[in-house]
């Protein structure tokens, strides 16, 4: 798992770090030095710790003017045991809301488990995003299986196109207005 980074491609385009009106503004990574792990297995040192002992993430774009930002994720969801969308949403969702975000793209390739719970956090988020939506791109089958078990997916766009979409070979911009599109034809505001 060392050596899974966090995608780097739009780097000249958006780095969290240097953004002031990111919930991870001034934060410094290594670049050498492996201090986080997942279970017993290190992991890349550009990956964020945001309170959760097994699911680390990277903010890799956000556009306010368009109101939407790209998470990429890796680890384990776990809301069953650490109530991870807790952390989710208090230390990092609830932040970029109240920058105007409210278009979240959850990329979630590298998240190898999810356990679900109660499902009150992710009904709140949704409603707090009245206007947007929240999407969840490329996750494993039984990742997605276990959150339409636990009826996580009424609140999240998730399966179908959404897992067919290359995202690494598209800008940013692209790529939301892809998920866009998707989104307002689900959701059925298009």
């Known amino acids: 798992m060392h050596t899974i980074e966090p995608y780097y491609n739009w780097r000249h385009l958006y780095i969290t770090s240097e953004d002031e009106r990111s919930p991870l503004y001034g934060k410094q990574n290594s670049e050498v030095y492996f ?20 699911l680390f993430l990277k903010i890799i774009y956000t556009d306010y003017d368009q109101q939407y930002t790209i998470i990429e994720f890796i680890g384990e969801w776990n809301d069953a045991l650490h109530n991870d969308i807790m952390f989710l949403k208090r230390n990092i969702f609830e932040h970029m809301m109240s ?20 499902d009150s956090y992710y009904e709140e988020w949704f409603d707090d995003v009245e206007e947007g939506w929240i999407a969840a791109l490329n996750f494993r089958d039984h990742v997605l299986e276990e959150i339409k078990e636990t009826n996580i ?3 999240l766009l998730v399966g179908g196109n959404l897992e067919d979409i290359s995202w690494r070979t598209l800008l940013p911009d692209q ?15 298009a």
């Open 35 to 54: 201090t986080d792990a997942i279970y017993d297995h290190l992991i890349h040192p550009q990956w964020d710790y945001v309170g959760c002992d097994t």
């Open 99 to 118: 920058e105007g975000i409210d278009k979240f793209i959850l990329i979630g390739e590298n998240i190898l488990n999810f356990h679900g719970g109660d």
């Open 153 to 155: 997916d009424n609140y």
């Open 175 to 189: 790529l939301f207005t892809k998920i866009d599109k998707i989104a307002l034809k689900r959701l059925g505001m």
